[in-house]
Protein backbone atom coordinates (compact mmCIF):
# COMPACT_ATOMS: atom_id res chain seq x y z
CA UNK A 1 0.00 0.00 0.00
CA UNK A 2 3.09 2.50 0.45
CA UNK A 3 3.89 2.21 -3.12
CA UNK A 4 0.17 1.97 -4.18
CA UNK A 5 -1.41 5.08 -5.25
CA UNK A 6 -5.30 5.87 -5.47
CA UNK A 7 -6.45 9.62 -6.73
CA UNK A 8 -9.18 11.84 -5.24
CA UNK A 9 -10.31 14.18 -7.70
CA UNK A 10 -11.69 17.50 -5.83
CA UNK A 11 -14.22 18.43 -8.37
CA UNK A 12 -16.16 14.98 -7.61
CA UNK A 13 -19.35 15.18 -5.35
CA UNK A 14 -17.95 13.26 -2.76
CA UNK A 15 -16.07 15.04 -0.11
CA UNK A 16 -12.35 14.50 -0.05
CA UNK A 17 -13.07 12.62 3.10
CA UNK A 18 -15.40 10.30 1.61
CA UNK A 19 -12.90 9.33 -1.17
CA UNK A 20 -9.81 8.59 1.09
CA UNK A 21 -12.37 6.77 3.44
CA UNK A 22 -13.64 4.76 0.00
CA UNK A 23 -10.18 4.16 -1.27
CA UNK A 24 -8.46 2.34 1.89
CA UNK A 25 -12.31 0.40 2.33
CA UNK A 26 -11.99 -0.95 -1.28
CA UNK A 27 -7.91 -1.83 -0.74
CA UNK A 28 -8.92 -3.44 2.54
CA UNK A 29 -11.97 -5.51 1.53
CA UNK A 30 -10.39 -6.34 -1.92
CA UNK A 31 -7.41 -8.24 -0.08
CA UNK A 32 -4.66 -5.20 -1.03
CA UNK A 33 -4.05 -4.49 2.70
CA UNK A 34 -3.94 -7.49 4.99
CA UNK A 35 -4.57 -7.93 8.34
CA UNK A 36 -2.28 -5.61 10.81
CA UNK A 37 -0.89 -4.04 7.76
CA UNK A 38 0.28 -0.55 8.29
CA UNK A 39 -1.32 2.40 6.01
CA UNK A 40 0.62 5.69 5.04
CA UNK A 41 1.17 8.44 8.17
CA UNK A 42 -1.57 10.69 7.80
CA UNK A 43 1.54 13.25 6.56
CA UNK A 44 2.19 10.83 4.03
CA UNK A 45 -0.84 9.80 2.43
CA UNK A 46 -1.92 13.90 2.51
CA UNK A 47 1.48 14.69 0.72
CA UNK A 48 1.12 11.69 -1.94
CA UNK A 49 -3.02 12.98 -2.08
CA UNK A 50 -2.34 16.70 -2.32
CA UNK A 51 -4.81 17.17 0.59
CA UNK A 52 -4.52 19.02 3.64
CA UNK A 53 -3.13 16.29 6.79
CA UNK A 54 -6.46 16.86 9.03
CA UNK A 55 -8.63 15.63 5.84
CA UNK A 56 -6.67 12.62 6.12
CA UNK A 57 -7.00 12.51 9.61
CA UNK A 58 -10.64 13.02 9.97
CA UNK A 59 -10.99 10.06 7.26
CA UNK A 60 -8.75 7.86 9.70
CA UNK A 61 -10.59 8.44 12.75
CA UNK A 62 -13.83 8.01 10.97
CA UNK A 63 -12.39 4.57 9.34
CA UNK A 64 -10.95 3.54 13.07
CA UNK A 65 -14.90 4.11 14.80
CA UNK A 66 -16.39 2.21 12.35
CA UNK A 67 -13.41 -1.01 12.73
CA UNK A 68 -11.49 -1.30 9.84
CA UNK A 69 -8.87 0.21 11.17
CA UNK A 70 -6.92 0.19 14.93
CA UNK A 71 -5.06 3.33 16.16
CA UNK A 72 -1.64 2.85 18.10
CA UNK A 73 -0.47 5.50 20.20
CA UNK A 74 3.43 6.73 18.50
CA UNK A 75 2.72 3.67 15.86
CA UNK A 76 -0.09 4.37 13.26
CA UNK A 77 -2.59 3.09 12.03
CA UNK A 78 -2.98 -0.73 10.85
CA UNK A 79 -5.87 -3.05 9.44
CA UNK A 80 -8.30 -4.44 11.55
CA UNK A 81 -8.31 -8.21 11.73
CA UNK A 82 -11.54 -8.34 12.45
CA UNK A 83 -12.58 -7.11 9.59
CA UNK A 84 -10.98 -9.10 7.11
CA UNK A 85 -12.33 -12.19 8.93
CA UNK A 86 -14.90 -13.90 6.94
CA UNK A 87 -14.29 -12.49 3.66
CA UNK A 88 -15.29 -14.72 0.62
CA UNK A 89 -11.92 -14.89 -1.74
CA UNK A 90 -12.19 -12.55 -4.57
CA UNK A 91 -13.13 -13.90 -7.92
CA UNK A 92 -10.18 -14.16 -9.20
CA UNK A 93 -8.75 -16.37 -6.16
CA UNK A 94 -11.63 -18.81 -6.52
CA UNK A 95 -10.80 -21.76 -8.27
CA UNK A 96 -12.57 -21.83 -11.86
CA UNK A 97 -15.75 -23.78 -12.44
CA UNK A 98 -15.91 -26.48 -14.78
CA UNK A 99 -17.20 -25.19 -18.50
CA UNK A 100 -20.03 -27.22 -19.36
CA UNK A 101 -21.16 -25.07 -22.28
CA UNK A 102 -23.44 -21.89 -21.88
CA UNK A 103 -27.51 -22.03 -20.99
CA UNK A 104 -29.39 -21.10 -23.57
CA UNK A 105 -31.51 -18.37 -21.70
CA UNK A 106 -33.56 -17.18 -24.84
CA UNK A 107 -35.18 -20.56 -24.24
CA UNK A 108 -35.56 -20.28 -20.85
CA UNK A 109 -37.10 -17.27 -20.36
CA UNK A 110 -40.69 -16.95 -20.40
CA UNK A 111 -41.09 -12.88 -21.94
CA UNK A 112 -38.45 -10.81 -23.09
CA UNK A 113 -38.78 -6.81 -22.25
CA UNK A 114 -35.10 -6.61 -23.54
CA UNK A 115 -36.72 -6.64 -26.70
CA UNK A 116 -39.12 -4.10 -26.87
CA UNK A 117 -38.64 -0.89 -28.54
CA UNK A 118 -38.27 1.89 -26.13
CA UNK A 119 -37.13 5.50 -25.38
CA UNK A 120 -33.63 5.22 -25.78
CA UNK A 121 -31.58 8.79 -24.11
CA UNK A 122 -27.89 9.29 -24.35
CA UNK A 123 -26.25 8.34 -20.92
CA UNK A 124 -24.13 11.37 -20.85
CA UNK A 125 -27.24 13.45 -21.70
CA UNK A 126 -25.29 16.55 -19.24
CA UNK A 127 -22.35 16.66 -20.54
CA UNK A 128 -24.37 18.38 -23.85
CA UNK A 129 -25.06 22.33 -23.47
CA UNK A 130 -28.66 21.55 -25.15
CA UNK A 131 -30.56 19.78 -23.04
CA UNK A 132 -33.87 19.42 -24.66
CA UNK A 133 -34.54 16.19 -22.94
CA UNK A 134 -37.95 15.47 -21.30
CA UNK A 135 -38.31 14.33 -17.69
CA UNK A 136 -35.43 15.50 -16.11
CA UNK A 137 -34.75 18.59 -13.97
CA UNK A 138 -32.83 21.65 -13.46
CA UNK A 139 -31.01 20.75 -10.54
CA UNK A 140 -30.39 24.76 -9.89
CA UNK A 141 -34.38 24.84 -8.76
CA UNK A 142 -34.66 22.30 -6.42
CA UNK A 143 -34.77 23.92 -2.91
CA UNK A 144 -31.54 21.17 -1.72
CA UNK A 145 -31.46 23.14 1.81
CA UNK A 146 -35.21 22.67 2.37
CA UNK A 147 -34.86 18.68 1.13
CA UNK A 148 -31.91 18.25 3.28
CA UNK A 149 -33.40 19.92 6.52
CA UNK A 150 -36.31 17.08 5.74
CA UNK A 151 -34.71 14.53 5.32
CA UNK A 152 -32.58 15.33 8.69
CA UNK A 153 -35.41 15.19 10.68
CA UNK A 154 -36.65 12.23 9.51
CA UNK A 155 -33.15 10.68 10.82
CA UNK A 156 -33.92 12.88 13.94
CA UNK A 157 -34.34 10.14 16.87
CA UNK A 158 -38.16 11.14 16.92
CA UNK A 159 -38.61 10.23 13.45
CA UNK A 160 -36.56 7.03 13.85
CA UNK A 161 -39.24 4.57 14.47
CA UNK A 162 -41.58 5.69 11.34
CA UNK A 163 -39.17 4.46 8.89
CA UNK A 164 -36.64 2.21 10.15
CA UNK A 165 -39.03 -0.58 10.87
CA UNK A 166 -39.99 -3.14 8.57
CA UNK A 167 -43.75 -2.03 8.30
CA UNK A 168 -44.34 -5.13 5.86
CA UNK A 169 -47.06 -3.67 3.34
CA UNK A 170 -47.95 -0.61 5.05
CA UNK A 171 -47.33 3.05 4.05
CA UNK A 172 -46.18 6.40 6.09
CA UNK A 173 -49.60 7.58 7.40
CA UNK A 174 -47.92 11.46 7.28
CA UNK A 175 -47.60 10.73 3.60
CA UNK A 176 -50.61 9.26 3.22
CA UNK A 177 -52.40 12.04 4.87
CA UNK A 178 -50.80 14.92 2.64
CA UNK A 179 -51.80 12.89 -0.39
CA UNK A 180 -54.73 12.80 0.68
CA UNK A 181 -55.42 16.43 2.06
CA UNK A 182 -52.69 18.56 -0.57
CA UNK A 183 -52.40 17.00 -3.81
CA UNK A 184 -55.62 14.80 -4.29
CA UNK A 185 -58.08 17.91 -3.46
CA UNK A 186 -56.41 20.23 -5.86
CA UNK A 187 -57.25 17.45 -9.25
CA UNK A 188 -60.60 17.46 -7.38
CA UNK A 189 -60.24 13.97 -5.50
CA UNK A 190 -61.95 13.35 -1.87
CA UNK A 191 -60.75 9.77 -1.32
CA UNK A 192 -60.28 7.88 1.80
CA UNK A 193 -56.71 7.13 3.86
CA UNK A 194 -57.78 3.30 2.68
CA UNK A 195 -57.93 3.83 -1.16
CA UNK A 196 -54.51 5.24 -1.20
CA UNK A 197 -51.38 3.32 -2.01
CA UNK A 198 -47.70 4.53 -2.27
CA UNK A 199 -45.62 3.51 -4.91
CA UNK A 200 -42.31 3.89 -6.36
CA UNK A 201 -43.42 6.29 -8.87
CA UNK A 202 -45.98 6.16 -11.39
CA UNK A 203 -43.99 3.64 -13.37
CA UNK A 204 -44.82 0.96 -10.05
CA UNK A 205 -48.17 1.47 -9.71
CA UNK A 206 -48.16 0.95 -13.64
CA UNK A 207 -46.97 -2.43 -13.48
CA UNK A 208 -49.39 -3.20 -10.25
CA UNK A 209 -52.70 -2.22 -12.22
CA UNK A 210 -50.96 -4.20 -15.17
CA UNK A 211 -50.47 -7.51 -12.88
CA UNK A 212 -53.67 -7.57 -11.47
CA UNK A 213 -56.37 -6.81 -14.06
CA UNK A 214 -54.22 -7.43 -17.50
CA UNK A 215 -54.42 -11.75 -18.50
CA UNK A 216 -54.06 -13.20 -22.04
CA UNK A 217 -57.39 -12.50 -23.15
CA UNK A 218 -57.45 -8.93 -21.94
CA UNK A 219 -58.06 -6.46 -24.53
CA UNK A 220 -56.33 -3.31 -23.52
CA UNK A 221 -56.60 0.36 -25.29
CA UNK A 222 -54.22 2.52 -25.24
CA UNK A 223 -53.35 5.86 -27.02
CA UNK A 224 -51.49 6.06 -30.33
CA UNK A 225 -49.08 8.07 -30.11
CA UNK A 226 -48.28 6.80 -26.42
CA UNK A 227 -46.63 5.60 -23.60
CA UNK A 228 -43.75 3.42 -24.62
CA UNK A 229 -43.28 1.66 -21.27
CA UNK A 230 -47.71 1.28 -20.73
CA UNK A 231 -47.60 -0.41 -24.09
CA UNK A 232 -44.80 -2.80 -23.16
CA UNK A 233 -46.08 -3.34 -19.75
CA UNK A 234 -49.47 -4.55 -21.44
CA UNK A 235 -47.75 -6.12 -24.80
CA UNK A 236 -45.94 -8.32 -22.17
CA UNK A 237 -49.40 -9.79 -20.52
CA UNK A 238 -51.66 -9.91 -23.68
CA UNK A 239 -51.66 -9.59 -27.41
CA UNK A 240 -55.12 -7.57 -27.32
CA UNK A 241 -53.59 -4.68 -26.81
CA UNK A 242 -55.43 -2.01 -29.42
CA UNK A 243 -53.92 1.77 -30.24
CA UNK A 244 -56.50 3.82 -30.80
CA UNK A 245 -56.18 7.13 -32.39
CA UNK A 246 -55.54 11.05 -30.73
CA UNK A 247 -56.33 14.22 -32.74
CA UNK A 248 -55.92 17.64 -30.74
CA UNK A 249 -58.06 16.77 -28.20
CA UNK A 250 -56.92 13.90 -27.17
CA UNK A 251 -58.09 10.57 -27.35
CA UNK A 252 -61.11 9.85 -30.01
CA UNK A 253 -63.85 8.13 -28.62
CA UNK A 254 -62.83 5.43 -30.98
CA UNK A 255 -65.64 1.99 -31.54
CA UNK A 256 -63.15 -0.21 -30.27
CA UNK A 257 -63.13 1.13 -26.87
CA UNK A 258 -66.86 -0.52 -26.37
CA UNK A 259 -64.74 -4.16 -27.11
CA UNK A 260 -62.04 -3.14 -24.18
CA UNK A 261 -61.57 -4.38 -20.38
CA UNK A 262 -59.07 -1.77 -19.69
CA UNK A 263 -58.65 1.44 -21.42
CA UNK A 264 -54.99 3.31 -20.49
CA UNK A 265 -55.52 6.92 -20.96
CA UNK A 266 -53.10 10.40 -19.91
CA UNK A 267 -56.69 12.77 -20.09
CA UNK A 268 -55.16 15.57 -18.47
CA UNK A 269 -51.98 16.40 -20.50
CA UNK A 270 -51.95 13.72 -22.98
CA UNK A 271 -48.35 11.81 -23.72
CA UNK A 272 -46.38 12.91 -25.59
CA UNK A 273 -48.67 15.40 -27.83
CA UNK A 274 -49.54 17.85 -24.50
CA UNK A 275 -53.08 17.60 -25.92
CA UNK A 276 -55.91 18.10 -22.65
CA UNK A 277 -59.25 15.64 -23.69
CA UNK A 278 -62.35 18.46 -22.66
CA UNK A 279 -64.87 18.15 -20.26
CA UNK A 280 -67.18 16.95 -23.67
CA UNK A 281 -65.49 14.19 -24.59
CA UNK A 282 -64.53 13.00 -21.09
CA UNK A 283 -68.40 13.16 -20.14
CA UNK A 284 -68.89 10.68 -23.11
CA UNK A 285 -65.59 8.37 -22.20
CA UNK A 286 -67.25 7.87 -18.74
CA UNK A 287 -70.67 7.21 -20.29
CA UNK A 288 -69.11 4.99 -22.94
CA UNK A 289 -67.05 2.47 -20.09
CA UNK A 290 -70.22 2.56 -18.08
CA UNK A 291 -72.27 1.21 -20.51
CA UNK A 292 -69.89 -1.43 -21.65
CA UNK A 293 -68.32 -2.23 -18.10
CA UNK A 294 -64.61 -0.10 -18.83
CA UNK A 295 -61.74 0.29 -16.32
CA UNK A 296 -60.03 3.63 -16.91
CA UNK A 297 -56.44 3.76 -16.20
CA UNK A 298 -55.66 7.53 -15.69
CA UNK A 299 -52.19 8.37 -15.64
CA UNK A 300 -52.16 12.18 -14.25
CA UNK A 301 -48.35 12.95 -14.84
CA UNK A 302 -47.06 16.45 -14.40
CA UNK A 303 -50.27 17.51 -12.66
CA UNK A 304 -48.46 20.64 -11.21
CA UNK A 305 -46.80 21.94 -14.53
CA UNK A 306 -50.60 23.77 -15.11
CA UNK A 307 -49.74 27.37 -15.42
CA UNK A 308 -51.03 28.30 -19.50
CA UNK A 309 -54.74 27.67 -18.16
CA UNK A 310 -57.95 27.20 -15.24
CA UNK A 311 -56.59 23.35 -13.55
CA UNK A 312 -58.18 20.99 -15.28
CA UNK A 313 -59.90 18.17 -12.98
CA UNK A 314 -59.03 14.51 -13.07
CA UNK A 315 -61.02 12.20 -14.90
CA UNK A 316 -61.28 10.25 -11.45
CA UNK A 317 -62.94 13.25 -9.81
CA UNK A 318 -65.93 12.72 -12.61
CA UNK A 319 -66.22 9.49 -11.55
CA UNK A 320 -69.31 7.99 -10.18
CA UNK A 321 -68.76 4.57 -10.49
CA UNK A 322 -65.20 3.92 -9.13
CA UNK A 323 -64.47 2.71 -12.56
CA UNK A 324 -61.26 5.20 -12.85
CA UNK A 325 -58.10 4.06 -11.10
CA UNK A 326 -55.66 7.08 -10.74
CA UNK A 327 -51.96 7.29 -10.69
CA UNK A 328 -50.00 10.25 -9.79
CA UNK A 329 -46.47 10.82 -8.92
CA UNK A 330 -44.25 13.54 -7.23
CA UNK A 331 -41.18 12.91 -9.72
CA UNK A 332 -41.91 15.59 -11.43
CA UNK A 333 -41.93 18.13 -8.43
CA UNK A 334 -39.48 17.34 -6.39
CA UNK A 335 -36.56 14.33 -7.91
CA UNK A 336 -37.03 11.81 -10.13
CA UNK A 337 -34.97 9.47 -8.01
CA UNK A 338 -36.74 9.74 -5.27
CA UNK A 339 -39.42 7.61 -6.67
CA UNK A 340 -42.63 8.97 -4.86
CA UNK A 341 -46.03 7.75 -6.84
CA UNK A 342 -49.41 6.55 -5.58
CA UNK A 343 -52.52 4.74 -6.82
CA UNK A 344 -55.69 5.84 -5.78
CA UNK A 345 -58.51 3.26 -6.40
CA UNK A 346 -61.45 1.83 -4.48
CA UNK A 347 -60.00 -0.42 -1.75
CA UNK A 348 -60.97 -4.11 -2.42
CA UNK A 349 -58.20 -3.21 -5.66
CA UNK A 350 -55.86 -1.34 -3.28
CA UNK A 351 -55.81 -4.16 -0.73
CA UNK A 352 -54.27 -6.73 -3.62
CA UNK A 353 -52.33 -3.93 -5.50
CA UNK A 354 -51.00 -3.55 -1.62
CA UNK A 355 -50.56 -7.39 -1.22
CA UNK A 356 -48.69 -7.68 -5.11
CA UNK A 357 -46.81 -4.99 -3.80
CA UNK A 358 -45.43 -6.77 -0.95
CA UNK A 359 -44.28 -9.65 -2.96
CA UNK A 360 -42.07 -7.50 -4.41
CA UNK A 361 -40.24 -4.87 -2.48
CA UNK A 362 -42.73 -4.71 0.53
CA UNK A 363 -42.84 -1.08 0.70
CA UNK A 364 -40.97 1.71 -0.85
CA UNK A 365 -38.27 3.14 1.40
CA UNK A 366 -39.78 4.52 4.61
CA UNK A 367 -37.43 7.16 5.37
CA UNK A 368 -38.26 8.71 1.46
CA UNK A 369 -41.73 8.63 2.60
CA UNK A 370 -41.53 10.07 5.30
CA UNK A 371 -39.25 12.88 3.85
CA UNK A 372 -41.83 13.74 1.32
CA UNK A 373 -44.63 13.87 3.72
CA UNK A 374 -42.62 16.54 5.97
CA UNK A 375 -41.81 18.40 2.61
CA UNK A 376 -45.42 18.28 1.90
CA UNK A 377 -46.44 19.22 5.34
CA UNK A 378 -43.75 22.48 5.89
CA UNK A 379 -44.99 24.00 2.63
CA UNK A 380 -41.97 23.14 0.68
CA UNK A 381 -43.84 21.36 -1.95
CA UNK A 382 -46.10 24.21 -2.21
CA UNK A 383 -43.38 26.89 -2.39
CA UNK A 384 -41.41 24.27 -5.22
CA UNK A 385 -44.28 23.98 -6.98
CA UNK A 386 -44.53 28.29 -7.75
CA UNK A 387 -40.58 28.26 -8.44
CA UNK A 388 -41.49 25.81 -11.25
CA UNK A 389 -44.73 27.64 -12.31
CA UNK A 390 -43.04 30.82 -13.12
CA UNK A 391 -39.74 29.30 -14.64
CA UNK A 392 -41.38 26.64 -16.75
CA UNK A 393 -43.91 29.43 -17.92
CA UNK A 394 -41.05 31.52 -19.19
CA UNK A 395 -39.60 28.97 -20.37
CA UNK A 396 -42.48 27.43 -22.47
CA UNK A 397 -42.73 31.42 -23.75
CA UNK A 398 -39.46 31.39 -24.76
CA UNK A 399 -39.52 28.18 -26.77
CA UNK A 400 -42.92 28.82 -28.13
CA UNK A 401 -41.36 31.77 -29.75
CA UNK A 402 -38.02 30.17 -30.96
CA UNK A 403 -39.63 27.38 -32.49
CA UNK A 404 -42.70 30.28 -34.03
CA UNK A 405 -39.54 31.99 -35.56
CA UNK A 406 -36.75 29.22 -36.60
CA UNK A 407 -39.38 26.16 -37.11
CA UNK A 408 -42.88 27.59 -38.15
CA UNK A 409 -45.66 25.39 -38.41
CA UNK A 410 -43.68 22.62 -36.69
CA UNK A 411 -45.97 22.58 -33.58
CA UNK A 412 -48.69 24.10 -31.26
CA UNK A 413 -48.74 25.66 -27.99
CA UNK A 414 -49.35 23.22 -25.42
CA UNK A 415 -52.87 24.63 -23.85
CA UNK A 416 -52.54 22.52 -20.30
CA UNK A 417 -48.73 23.62 -19.84
CA UNK A 418 -46.41 20.84 -19.39
CA UNK A 419 -42.78 20.50 -19.62
CA UNK A 420 -42.47 20.05 -23.77
CA UNK A 421 -43.23 20.62 -27.29
CA UNK A 422 -44.51 18.26 -29.64
CA UNK A 423 -43.32 18.50 -33.32
CA UNK A 424 -44.42 17.45 -36.42
CA UNK A 425 -41.97 17.84 -39.39
CA UNK A 426 -43.33 17.43 -42.91
CA UNK A 427 -43.87 13.81 -44.84
CA UNK A 428 -40.58 12.15 -45.64
CA UNK A 429 -38.74 13.90 -42.99
CA UNK A 430 -36.31 11.98 -40.56
CA UNK A 431 -36.91 12.60 -36.43
CA UNK A 432 -34.47 9.86 -35.85
CA UNK A 433 -31.97 11.19 -38.54
CA UNK A 434 -32.19 14.66 -36.61
CA UNK A 435 -31.96 13.79 -32.99
CA UNK A 436 -28.00 11.81 -34.57
CA UNK A 437 -26.88 14.83 -35.88
CA UNK A 438 -27.95 17.14 -33.14
CA UNK A 439 -26.43 15.01 -30.77
CA UNK A 440 -23.07 15.18 -32.23
CA UNK A 441 -23.70 19.27 -32.27
CA UNK A 442 -24.20 18.78 -28.05
CA UNK A 443 -28.66 19.00 -28.25
CA UNK A 444 -30.42 16.40 -27.44
CA UNK A 445 -34.03 15.57 -28.09
CA UNK A 446 -36.12 12.65 -28.74
CA UNK A 447 -37.22 11.48 -31.80
CA UNK A 448 -41.09 10.24 -31.83
CA UNK A 449 -41.27 7.44 -33.34
CA UNK A 450 -40.85 5.24 -29.81
CA UNK A 451 -44.29 6.59 -29.18
CA UNK A 452 -45.99 5.05 -32.00
CA UNK A 453 -47.81 1.43 -31.79
CA UNK A 454 -47.32 -0.57 -35.26
CA UNK A 455 -44.24 -1.73 -37.08
CA UNK A 456 -44.11 1.19 -39.16
CA UNK A 457 -44.63 3.94 -37.16
CA UNK A 458 -44.09 7.51 -38.41
CA UNK A 459 -40.70 9.20 -38.11
CA UNK A 460 -41.31 12.90 -39.08
CA UNK A 461 -42.37 13.56 -35.15
CA UNK A 462 -39.95 14.31 -32.40
CA UNK A 463 -40.41 15.79 -29.05
CA UNK A 464 -38.68 19.22 -27.02
CA UNK A 465 -38.30 19.65 -23.34
CA UNK A 466 -37.71 22.48 -21.94
CA UNK A 467 -37.64 21.48 -17.90
CA UNK A 468 -33.64 20.48 -17.76
CA UNK A 469 -32.67 23.58 -19.97
CA UNK A 470 -31.31 26.43 -18.75
CA UNK A 471 -34.38 30.01 -20.59
CA UNK A 472 -31.16 31.72 -21.81
CA UNK A 473 -30.24 28.71 -23.68
CA UNK A 474 -33.53 27.67 -25.62
CA UNK A 475 -33.31 29.88 -28.28
CA UNK A 476 -30.13 29.72 -29.71
CA UNK A 477 -30.53 25.68 -29.65
CA UNK A 478 -33.66 25.55 -31.47
CA UNK A 479 -31.97 28.08 -33.56
CA UNK A 480 -28.98 25.71 -34.18
CA UNK A 481 -31.43 22.53 -34.23
CA UNK A 482 -33.27 24.23 -37.37
CA UNK A 483 -29.88 24.59 -38.91
CA UNK A 484 -29.23 21.17 -38.78
CA UNK A 485 -32.97 20.30 -40.65
CA UNK A 486 -32.04 23.02 -43.13
CA UNK A 487 -28.95 20.21 -43.53
CA UNK A 488 -31.06 17.28 -43.88
CA UNK A 489 -32.90 16.04 -47.26
CA UNK A 490 -34.51 18.33 -49.45
CA UNK A 491 -37.75 17.75 -48.27
CA UNK A 492 -37.32 18.96 -44.95
CA UNK A 493 -35.15 22.09 -46.04
CA UNK A 494 -38.13 23.31 -47.72
CA UNK A 495 -40.43 22.97 -44.88
CA UNK A 496 -38.06 25.10 -42.77
CA UNK A 497 -37.76 27.90 -45.09
Request: net charge neutral; aromatic share 4%.
Given at each position: MRNALFHVDKGETFTLQAQIREGLVSAVLAGQLSAME????????????????NTVVLSYQALV?????????RSGFYVNPEVLTGLVPSADAAAPTEDKGEIDWQARLRIHPAGQVNIVKPEDWRDHPYLFIYGQIDHTLFPISEWRDCVRQAMGAKGLDQWTADRFNADDPMLIEQIRTRILPRRGIA?????????????????????????????????????????????????????????????????????????FITPSHHFPTTATLPLSRRKELLA???ANNLIILEDDYEFEANYVSAPTPALKSLDKEGRV???????????????IGFLVAPKPLIDQARALRRLMLRHPPGNNQRAAALFLALGHHDALLGRLHRVYRERWRVMGEALQTHLPFWSRSPTFGGTSYWLEGPPGFDAGELARRALKQGIVIEAGDFFFAGRNPPRNYFRLGFSAIATDRIAEGVRKLAEIVRSLPSSSTQAAE
Open positions: SVPSTRAMARQLGVSREDGFLLAREARDEEILITMGAQNALYLVSSLLVGANTRVAIEDPGYPDARNMFALRTRHVVPIPVDENGLLMDERLAACQLALASIYIGSLSKSLVPGVR
